[in-house]
């Protein structure tokens, strides 16, 4: 077999070589976020759909819920347990936040009957919006 002035060999399948490595390799911490930042970009984007002959923008998440939503109902048993999977997350999530608030109430009411000469109206205030984000189905 012959060589080339590179030492590589001519007669091979590969008359090329190796490529050669770049030079310039970016971050992985860098391009992790550049790709976290494209990806809420695309998510956040609106994209047109047609609904009951009437044109409209949605955003690409919920275009991708509202699929996923209408193949669960069509009978697709994995986009029902994907939805029954997200569901569950966000109920979860949401008792987990209603319970936080509540709790946060409750300690503030305490404050507010054992300390009330340290209360403020700015304070009590606070108080009342929290009561609101409640609903009315909480009582004290």
Known sequence: MSRDKNGRFTDCGNPKGRPR?????????IAH???RDDFFEVDNATIPISEN??????SVRKAI???LAY??????T????????MRTRFVCEYVDEQSAIFAQLMKSEKIARD??????????????????????????
């Open 21 to 29: 490595a770049l030079k310039y390799i970016p971050p992985t911490e």
């Open 78 to 85: 994995r986009a029902a347990v994907e939805w029954n999977k």
């Open 65 to 67: 819920y509202q699929k």
């Open 71 to 76: 193949n669960a109902a069509s009978g697709d």
């Open 33 to 35: 976020h550049i790709q």
């Open 115 to 140: 300390f009330p000469e340290d209360v403020t109206d700015k304070f009590l205030e606070c108080l009342r919006n929290l009561r609101l984000m409640l609903g009315p189905g909480y009582q004290f």
């Open 53 to 58: 002959g009437k044109r409209k923008l949605i």
